[in-house]
């Protein structure tokens, strides 16, 4: 496949971006998203050019590093994929693909397409955690807890971190983020002990770091690469009420 | 240094642990602040010791090369953890988990070191599942569990297909309300590029700043190592791509001995490779092999859709080859009989080297929800990639480089050879022997993180009390630091035309095709010179553009491919000292008529522990006989 590439280039924080154009003439279709920009780089380190810098790391969908804006598109715009495993099959022959960091003021650009995620960290170095030291749990089996709300505990626990929905979100709200963890905890009963300590302490970062407000526009959940619900969102705002 | 000293308390094996918890040595609390520990890696076992020293009341400095350590490759382990829980009543105990790895590893690892970590396995599950993870149950609310290969109990405790996810975001948590209590002080974004020796002691670190690119000193009493495995030696395998050894080979330049290099484990259940530009192969679960069945066609080059190959015309080989295990024999086992099959010309798909993994039997016989609810993550990926639905045709799979039971040979304390420097979790060598059964790196990397090293570490921080903070400021830091710098130019300087990713392709090339499932000493042999004249081609005609002060993904790559040159050639060399096949080491000059692996045990039931003897000089190997006190040596059977 023959595609052309606008993608962001920027030095450093401080530099100032443009769009760059690459042209690409050999693009197998069976190729990952990453691995045609690796084919790229390959190409731009040979002409001894700075190669697009960009955050990978599995690149299986799990460990959440890699997050770019794909033709206006966190992850690009098949739903339930991380950008590593966005199979080129899904592009035209001739296609101009626009690549973008994410674009959110709490994750400020640090070079091209990576960007600053350790608002993500500290909201979780908060409180998102339960307080037990190594040692001190009893059997696993003396905490009986139900199927149904151990699974919808895991269905908020899947968020890989990756940051999407805040850059989806037209406000650049965490909101979604913070949700699948305060609701792990919430629906879990070794999670309820500390649950108003850390909801109020989760959120109160949050705010602080710089993320926005949630209008419930539910771009966040459109575009989640794990299908993260916002229902989430509704049991954080229940369980925040309930903290004070 | 003299005799390797493993340090296995006396007396019976069930009361090792006990004998020395009691008799170690302690710290006294108010001591625990001043004593500083550096920690290198975020995965289970990193995460795990710096919470659990946190807790304690050491100092510690923890350090990732992830821009957050929720993201160490712990997080892509899928199928679950074991524990000698015994939930199930099906006979399991700590003497069977201890069985069954001395077994699945061939009888290649320490009977000592294998009891202690079965007798903390209990433990590592009550401490996930209390700090929240979110393990599957049953409907009475209880932890369910599944098989796994090389056993015949179920005591695999699992969250759906990314158990390691669950566990790593526990672990994160943990290390998350340390850092807020100022216990542990975080350093992400920073790989460390050498070890600072004083006065043969391990006593900090050289890292670089992988944003900014400035060169850091970091001082510490101990240095522990969580730094995983190197399985992209191959380049193509189920790690993740920036996962490297250099930490680890760094340590061993400067003292620690590195013990049996070659074991390396070849995971059978991976997508196969779809085209010449990929970065790296995915692992599907052998949890699968729970209810997948493995086969192939009976006839040669049979290209029909694998659908409209009717029953008796199908090869289940593994049900046909080990009718006790089947489907779930050892994964060293299971990728041999799949590479026999697909050399033999019985593959399938397009390059023929891929076998069938079908869940047709298991969805009639259990319904599609239910399978759905055990795999169906594991199922999306699979289609995600492949673009193949796995519940109406088979899923194709072939091996993959996977996890490296080799690494940093360490005592009972989970020391390395040089003073105050500790390996956990697969960064050692110590409890899988030459293979390691599935789901045990979760619960050994737990383990060595959150239950052992807490405890072994006060033996050496005890005598360190009077030992006043570490400066950055000694002539060794100075020196160590001038050695990164010159060493970082050096790959700079070279202005020749080729990537370092295309080096490491060629390199994963050359040890796959020599130093895979299958070795021979002719081709031992010859990897070493192909090795080493790709080795010299890139110091010749590597390209790195830019400078170490700036963020340099390219330098970095740059820094681990030339450590693997190096290692690459003591694993080899470790393959071709070892003349007998065990585990996953397969010699062909050493089996048995039907082609299994033939063990020596007169000469070697050792570990080989090779010392580092300076540049262009050949290793040094040490041998720590292996006694096997309680497990008769027995061939291993599966059938």
Same mark, same amino acid.
């Given at each position: 496949?023959?595609?052309?590439?606008?993608?962001?280039?920027?030095?450093?924080?401080?530099?100032?971006?443009?769009?760059?154009?690459?042209?690409?003439?050999?693009?197998?279709?069976?190729?990952?998203?990453?691995?045609?920009?690796?084919?790229? *780089?390959?190409? &731009?380190?040979?002409?001894?050019?700075?190669?697009? /810098? $960009? =955050?990978?790391?599995?690149?299986? @969908?799990?460990?959440?590093?890699?997050?770019?804006?794909?033709?206006?598109?966190?992850?690009?715009?098949?739903?339930?994929?991380?950008?590593?495993?966005?199979?080129?099959?899904?592009?035209?022959?001739?296609?101009?693909?626009?690549?973008?960091?994410?674009?959110?003021?709490?994750?400020?650009?640090?070079?091209?397409?990576?960007?600053?995620?350790?608002?993500?960290?500290?909201?979780?170095?908060?409180?998102?955690?339960?307080?037990?030291?190594?040692?001190?749990?009893?059997?696993? *089996?003396?905490? &009986?807890?139900?199927?149904?709300?151990?699974?919808? /505990? $895991? =269905?908020?626990?899947?968020?890989? @971190?990756?940051?999407?929905?805040?850059?989806?979100?037209?406000?650049?709200?965490?909101?979604?983020?913070?949700?699948?963890?305060?609701?792990?905890?919430?629906?879990?009963?070794?999670?309820?002990?500390?649950?108003?300590?850390?909801?109020?302490?989760?959120?109160?970062?949050?705010?602080?770091?710089?993320?926005?407000?949630?209008?419930?526009?539910?771009?966040?959940?459109?575009?989640?690469?794990?299908?993260?619900?916002?229902?989430?969102?509704?049991?954080?705002?229940?369980?925040?009420?309930?903290?004070? | 240094?003299?005799?390797?000293?493993?340090?296995?308390?006396?007396?019976?094996?069930?009361?090792?642990?006990?004998?020395?918890?009691?008799?170690?040595?302690?710290?006294?609390?108010?001591?625990?602040?001043?004593?500083?520990?550096?920690?290198?890696?975020?995965?289970?076992?990193?995460?795990?010791?710096?919470?659990?020293?946190?807790?304690?009341?050491?100092?510690?400095?923890?350090?990732?090369?992830?821009?957050?350590?929720?993201?160490?490759?712990?997080?892509?382990?899928?199928?679950?953890?074991?524990?000698?829980?015994?939930?199930?009543?099906?006979?399991?105990?700590?003497?069977?988990?201890?069985?069954?790895?001395?077994?699945?590893?061939?009888?290649?690892?320490?009977?000592?070191?294998?009891?202690?970590?079965?007798?903390?396995?209990?433990?590592?599950?009550?401490?996930?599942?209390?700090?929240?993870?979110?393990?599957?149950?049953?409907?009475?609310?209880?932890?369910?569990?599944?098989?796994?290969?090389?056993?015949?109990?179920?005591?695999?405790?699992?969250?759906?297909?990314?158990?390691?996810?669950?566990?790593?975001?526990?672990?994160?948590?943990?290390?998350?309300?340390?850092?807020?209590?100022?216990?542990?002080?975080?350093?992400?974004?920073?790989?460390?590029?050498?070890?600072?020796?004083?006065?043969?002691?391990?006593?900090?670190?050289?890292?670089?700043?992988?944003?900014?690119?400035?060169?850091?000193?970091?001082?510490?009493?101990?240095?522990?190592?969580?730094?995983?495995?190197?399985?992209?030696?191959?380049?193509?395998?189920?790690?993740?791509?920036?996962?490297?050894?250099?930490?680890?080979?760094?340590?061993?330049?400067?003292?620690?001995?590195?013990?049996?290099?070659?074991?390396?484990?070849?995971?059978?259940?991976?997508?196969?490779?779809?085209?010449?530009?990929?970065?790296?192969?995915?692992?599907?679960?052998?949890?699968?092999?729970?209810?997948?069945?493995?086969?192939?066609?009976?006839?040669?080059?049979?290209?029909?859709?694998?659908?409209?190959?009717?029953?008796?015309?199908?090869?289940?080989?593994?049900?046909?080859?080990?009718?006790?295990?089947?489907?779930?024999?050892?994964?060293?086992?299971?990728?041999?009989?799949?590479?026999?099959?697909?050399?033999?010309?019985?593959?399938?798909?397009?390059?023929?080297?891929?076998?069938?993994?079908?869940?047709?039997?298991?969805?009639?016989?259990?319904?599609?929800?239910?399978?759905?609810?055990?795999?169906?993550?594991?199922?999306?990926?699979?289609?995600?990639?492949?673009?193949?639905?796995?519940?109406?045709?088979?899923?194709?799979?072939?091996?993959?480089?996977?996890?490296?039971?080799?690494?940093?040979?360490?005592?009972?304390?989970?020391?390395?050879?040089?003073?105050?420097?500790?390996?956990?979790?697969?960064?050692?060598?110590?409890?899988?022997?030459?293979?390691?059964?599935?789901?045990?790196?979760?619960?050994?990397?737990?383990?060595?993180?959150?239950?052992?090293?807490?405890?072994?570490?006060?033996?050496?921080?005890?005598?360190?009390?009077?030992?006043?903070?570490?400066?950055?400021?000694?002539?060794?830091?100075?020196?160590?630091?001038?050695?990164?710098?010159?060493?970082?130019?050096?790959?700079?300087?070279?202005?020749?035309?080729?990537?370092?990713?295309?080096?490491?392709?060629?390199?994963?090339?050359?040890?796959?095709?020599?130093?895979?499932?299958?070795?021979?000493?002719?081709?031992?042999?010859?990897?070493?010179?192909?090795?080493?004249?790709?080795?010299?081609?890139?110091?010749?005609?590597?390209?790195?553009?830019?400078?170490?002060?700036?963020?340099?993904?390219?330098?970095?790559?740059?820094?681990?491919?030339?450590?693997?040159?190096?290692?690459?050639?003591?694993?080899?060399?470790?393959?071709?000292?070892?003349?007998?096949?065990?585990?996953?080491?397969?010699?062909?000059?050493?089996?048995?008529?039907?082609?299994?692996?033939?063990?020596?045990?007169?000469?070697?039931?050792?570990?080989?522990?090779?010392?580092?003897?300076?540049?262009?000089?050949?290793?040094?190997?040490?041998?720590?006989?292996?006694?096997?006190?309680?497990?008769?040596?027995?061939?291993?059977?599966?059938?």
């Amino acid at each position: 496949m023959k595609l052309t590439l606008k993608i962001w280039r920027q030095k450093n924080a401080k530099a100032k971006g443009s769009f760059v154009t690459y042209k690409m003439d050999n693009v197998s279709p069976e190729m990952a998203f990453l691995e045609m920009l690796d084919s790229l *780089n390959k190409k &731009l380190v040979e002409e001894d050019l700075d190669p697009v /810098a $960009f =955050d990978h790391d599995c690149r299986e @969908g799990i460990c959440g590093s890699c997050g770019m804006y794909i033709n206006g598109h966190p992850h690009g715009l098949v739903p339930g994929v991380t950008t590593c495993h966005l199979s080129m099959r899904y592009f035209k022959e001739g296609e101009t693909i626009w690549i973008e960091p994410w674009r959110a003021k709490p994750f400020p650009v640090i070079k091209d397409l990576i960007v600053d995620r350790q608002a993500f960290d500290k909201i979780q170095i908060a409180g998102g955690f339960i307080s037990i030291n190594t040692g001190a749990a009893p059997d696993a *089996n003396s905490i &009986l807890i139900r199927k149904q709300k151990s699974d919808e /505990a $895991f =269905d908020s626990a899947i968020c890989i @971190g990756c940051g999407a929905c805040v850059a989806a979100c037209k406000n650049a709200s965490a909101m979604l983020f913070v949700s699948a963890k305060i609701s792990q905890f919430a629906l879990l009963p070794q999670g309820r002990i500390e649950a108003k300590e850390r909801v109020r302490a989760m959120v109160e970062k949050m705010d602080e770091v710089g993320f926005g407000n949630c209008s419930n526009t539910g771009s966040c959940e459109a575009e989640c690469p794990k299908k993260i619900k916002i229902v989430n969102i509704a049991r954080l705002n229940r369980e925040y009420f309930k903290a004070f | 240094m003299g005799k390797l000293i493993s340090k296995i308390p006396d007396g019976p094996l069930a009361q090792k642990w006990t004998k020395y918890k009691a008799s170690v040595k302690l710290v006294n609390p108010a001591n625990k602040k001043k004593l500083e520990v550096i920690v290198i890696g975020t995965g289970l076992s990193g995460a795990g010791a710096a919470s659990a020293l946190g807790e304690l009341g050491y100092s510690v400095k923890n350090f990732c090369y992830q821009d957050s350590p929720r993201r160490a490759h712990s997080v892509a382990a899928q199928g679950g953890i074991n524990a000698a829980k015994n939930y199930q009543n099906d006979g399991d105990s700590v003497y069977r988990l201890f069985y069954d790895m001395i077994k699945g590893g061939d009888y290649r690892a320490r009977e000592g070191n294998v009891y202690r970590a079965a007798e903390v396995s209990n433990q590592v599950i009550d401490h996930y599942t209390a700090l929240g993870v979110p393990f599957a149950r049953d409907y009475g609310g209880t932890l369910d569990t599944r098989s796994f290969g090389g056993v015949q109990v179920s005591r695999t405790f699992y969250s759906s297909g990314q158990t390691g996810q669950q566990c790593l975001l526990g672990a994160y948590s943990s290390l998350n309300r340390q850092i807020s209590k100022g216990n542990v002080t975080m350093y992400p974004r920073r790989e460390m590029l050498d070890l600072v020796l004083i006065d043969g002691k391990a006593r900090g670190i050289i890292a670089r700043n992988l944003i900014t690119g400035e060169i850091e000193r970091h001082a510490a009493h101990a240095v522990v190592l969580a730094t995983g495995g190197y399985g992209t030696i191959y380049f193509l395998s189920t790690l993740a791509v920036n996962s490297n050894a250099s930490a680890a080979w760094k340590a061993h330049k400067k003292g620690a001995f590195f013990a049996n290099p070659s074991f390396v484990q070849i995971h059978p259940t991976c997508v196969p490779q779809l085209n010449e530009f990929q970065s790296k192969l995915t692992l599907m679960s052998e949890s699968l092999r729970n209810d997948g069945r493995v086969w192939v066609p009976k006839t040669k080059g049979d290209t029909r859709p694998a659908n409209e190959i009717p029953e008796e015309e199908r090869d289940y080989y593994l049900e046909r080859r080990y009718p006790a295990f089947g489907n779930l024999v050892p994964r060293d086992v299971a990728s041999r009989a799949a590479k026999e099959r697909c050399d033999a010309g019985f593959g399938v798909g397009e390059t023929k080297l891929a076998v069938n993994l079908d869940f047709r039997d298991a969805i009639k016989k259990q319904g599609k929800k239910t399978i759905e609810n055990k795999y169906g993550n594991l199922f999306e990926m699979y289609d995600t990639i492949t673009g193949i639905n796995p519940y109406e045709e088979p899923m194709r799979i072939y091996p993959a480089g996977h996890y490296t039971m080799g690494g940093l040979w360490v005592d009972y304390e989970l020391m390395t050879t040089i003073p105050g420097l500790y390996a956990i979790g697969e960064a050692n060598f110590s409890d899988h022997g030459a293979n390691r059964l599935g789901a045990s790196s979760l619960m050994q990397a737990s383990g060595d993180g959150y239950f052992i090293l807490p405890i072994t570490i006060n033996n050496y921080l005890a005598d360190e009390i009077r030992v006043p903070k570490i400066s950055t400021g000694s002539p060794e830091f100075e020196a160590t630091e001038k050695e990164v710098i010159e060493r970082l130019k050096k790959l700079l300087s070279i202005k020749g035309k080729q990537t370092a990713a295309s080096f490491h392709k060629r390199l994963g090339k050359i040890m796959w095709d020599y130093c895979g499932m299958v070795r021979n000493e002719e081709g031992l042999k010859k990897a070493l010179v192909l090795i080493k004249e790709l080795s010299d081609e890139f110091w010749r005609d590597l390209n790195v553009p830019g400078t170490y002060s700036e963020l340099n993904m390219e330098l970095e790559k740059a820094g681990r491919v030339a450590d693997y040159f190096e290692l690459t050639e003591l694993l080899v060399t470790d393959a071709l000292n070892r003349n007998e096949s065990c585990g996953a080491h397969f010699r062909e000059e050493y089996q048995t008529p039907d082609g299994e692996a033939l063990r020596n045990d007169d000469k070697f039931t050792y570990v080989a522990a090779w010392e580092y003897s300076g540049e262009g000089n050949p290793p040094v190997m040490h041998k720590e006989e292996l006694n096997f006190e309680e497990v008769e040596m027995k061939t291993r059977s599966y059938k």
